[in-house]
């Protein structure tokens, strides 16, 4: 008895399907001009992986041993968890080993250790540092390579279209003869057993994956092709028997055309291109015991050969006729007219793909912050701990700069009366360079920060829609290239609820259709309920004019409730999201990752840890 359940059954997965899952990385390494510390023979290395976690270092995998080697590739895949708004810190060890001793750890035995973070890693795909014994000191010219690469869980969907030619009709009766009805009257027989008696073979095609223990999934069941001279609808599911069939005539049912569906690769293959794959057709029948017409198998990579103009197709087989049947050639053909391939890409396939995170901060300098010059001051420059707009700049700029290359971030003013004329500005360059407002890494942002504020009046009103718009205008030049190339994170640190809201509302709307997320953290002890409106998580955030946004783009946080927290907490809350906008938006303009950079070796991050 062939199991039978909905026929045409497949969800088409949602683009963000693969958000939900959590993201894993492999990581590849290799050596090169390690330090002999063998006497007799070359160095035997193994690499020890640690994580940090609470300021502590904890081995969480280690590589095997390469005997006599001083440039090694070890075949050991690190696997790690990855996550966008943290900074996770990697350090990896190189250790000669001895033998049944294992790996050591005294100084003798260390060949050099690296540091980096996971982040620096998957930006760049492929990380070479020089190892470092201790104190700083070089190894030598010893150099490890750590290549990335994402494990996807689901990276799109196909859609297929079929159909058959010239199958075996599997209709035989003969009236009076048929085993079990022999002479029985025509109106003793059911209608619909009569129905399946006269009509030529009813076909449908069932895809099955062969999964590695040899078993079979279901992938995908068409609809059924009904036989030329019984009434049907066309095409439909397979009814339950008791289910009345709407009047209408498929003919051609021997050479059937089935509706084009859609199958998550995932579903279809697991991801392997090269993953058997078993497909059989057969003759439906109305009381469950279908007839098999016959079966082929094929892989994902073969049925690629079908894009485009090009079609691939199979001889159904029948096993048994091709053993009893002398001259038996098939059982009929089914051919692949098209294939189309809609690939769901994650984050960090665009990051691979040498997407860049451009990083701005806007720094709110309106009068209710207080003279920075008195220490109840919001701005106030305390030697010995930093202020509230320095803690949330650090803990968000940290996590960003890993995924810009040049390492240079816009840093903007808003409320404040600036020189030379002291006129009121609500989009300064903090560095009062109006041609170039980026500042060389965080601390390049805080030192303007810090030097720009005895230079400057606070004042107000409180506005930020002209810094959303100024940001919103380089985005929308990067759209225009059509390529993901470069997202745009803009960071609004203010201590009390914009003036502006009618068209700070407006800007974000207009933003919510470019390459780019809002981040905005309230400093200080104000009350910032009206703040919450243009976070869209308690509903859709529109303009004044009632247009809603095209994605929810903006974050918005109090910084005091991260205020006994840990400096990464804020990060980890305003950031998390912002791996499923980028998705979002290059998913909506359908614009696919670009080509990975070439894997050069000298992708260096040369500085000493």
């Known amino acids: 008895q062939h199991p039978m359940g909905t026929m045409g059954e497949a969800h088409e997965p949602s683009p963000q399907a693969s958000l939900a899952v959590l993201s894993k990385v492999e990581l590849r390494v290799s050596c090169k001009h390690l330090l002999d510390r063998d006497t007799l023979n070359k160095s035997d290395p193994c690499v020890l992986l640690l994580m940090q976690s609470q300021g502590q270092w904890t081995e969480v995998d280690r590589s095997e041993v390469i005997k006599s080697n001083l440039n090694p590739v070890f075949a050991k895949i690190f696997t790690v968890d990855y996550y966008f708004e943290e900074v996770q810190k990697l350090r990896f060890e190189v250790y000669d080993s001895h ?22 890693i998957v930006a760049q795909k492929r990380v070479t540092k020089p190892l470092f014994l201790k104190y700083g000191k070089f190894a030598g010219k010893s150099t490890i390579t750590v290549i990335s690469e994402e494990i996807s869980g689901n990276n799109g969907y196909v859609e297929l279209a079929f159909r058959a030619k010239k ?18 009257s025509m109106g003793s027989i059911p209608c619909s057993l009569l129905q399946d008696l006269f009509s030529k073979s009813d076909p449908f095609l069932e895809i099955y ?14 609809e059924v092709r009904l036989g030329s001279t019984r009434p049907t609808a066309s095409p439909r599911p397979l009814p339950s028997p008791t289910e009345p069939l709407a009047p209408q005539v498929v003919k051609n049912n021997l050479s059937p055309i089935w509706e084009p569906f859609k199958v998550s690769l995932n579903s279809l293959c697991s991801c392997e291109e090269k993953r058997k794959l078993r497909c059989v057709v057969w003759d439906y029948d109305s009381r469950g015991k279908h007839d098999f017409i016959g079966e082929f198998f094929t892989t994902f ?14 001889d159904c087989m029948n096993p048994k006729y091709k053993i009893k049947k002398r001259n038996y050639k098939n059982s009929g053909v089914v051919v692949l007219l098209d294939l189309k391939i809609h690939r769901v890409y994650s984050f960090l396939d665009y990051i691979m793909g040498g997407c860049q995170i451009h990083f701005t901060v806007a720094i709110d300098f309106t009068a209710s912050n207080g003279d920075p010059r008195n220490s109840c001051s919001l701005h106030y420059i305390n030697p010995y701990q930093p202020n509230e707009y320095l803690k949330a700049l650090v803990a968000v700029g940290e996590i960003c700069q890993d995924y810009d290359s040049d390492k240079k971030f816009s840093a903007l003013g808003f409320g404040a009366r600036i020189p030379p004329k002291y006129e009121v500005s609500h989009d300064f360059a903090i560095n009062f360079n109006p041609d170039n407002d980026e500042c060389e890494g965080i601390q390049g942002v805080v030192e303007s920060y810090q030097s720009c504020l005895p230079k400057i009046q606070l004042y107000g009103p409180t506005n930020v829609a002209p810094i959303i718009s100024k940001v919103a205008r380089v985005a929308a030049n990067e759209e225009r290239t059509k390529e993901a190339s470069q997202y745009f994170i803009l960071l609004i640190l203010t201590d009390g609820v914009v003036t502006d809201m009618a068209d700070t509302r407006e800007a974000i709307v ?33 303009s004044p004019r009632g247009e809603p946004v095209l994605r929810d783009i903006v974050q918005f946080v109090p910084f005091r409730e991260f205020k006994n927290a840990s400096p990464t907490a804020l990060a980890k809350c305003v950031l998390a999201e912002v791996p499923k906008q980028v998705v979002e938006y290059y998913s909506y303009k359908a614009f696919p990752p670009r080509c990975p950079r070439s894997e050069t070796p000298d992708s260096n991050l040369s500085s000493p840890q």
């Not at 199958?167 to 022999?182: E, I, Y």
């Not at 780019?516 to 953290?521: G, K, L, P, R």
């Not at 309230?522 to 509903?539: K, Y």
């Open 99 to 120: 033998g049944h001793a294992g790996v050591g750890t005294h100084d003798d035995d260390f060949l050099g250790g690296m540091e980096c973070t996971v982040g620096q």
């Open 167 to 184: 199958l075996d009709d599997k209709v035989s009766w003969v009236p009076g003869q048929g085993a079990g009805w022999a002479g029985q």
């Open 209 to 222: 994956r062969i999964d590695d223990d040899r078993s079979e999934q279901l992938v995908y069941r068409t």
């Open 301 to 314: 990579e073969e049925m690629q050969k079908a894009m485009g103009e090009n079609k691939v197709q199979w």
């Open 510 to 542: 207009r933003a919510s259709y470019l390459p780019m997320s809002i981040i905005i953290v309230g400093v200080g002890n104000a009350d910032f309920t009206d703040m919450q409106i243009l976070d869209g998580d308690d509903g859709i955030l529109r």
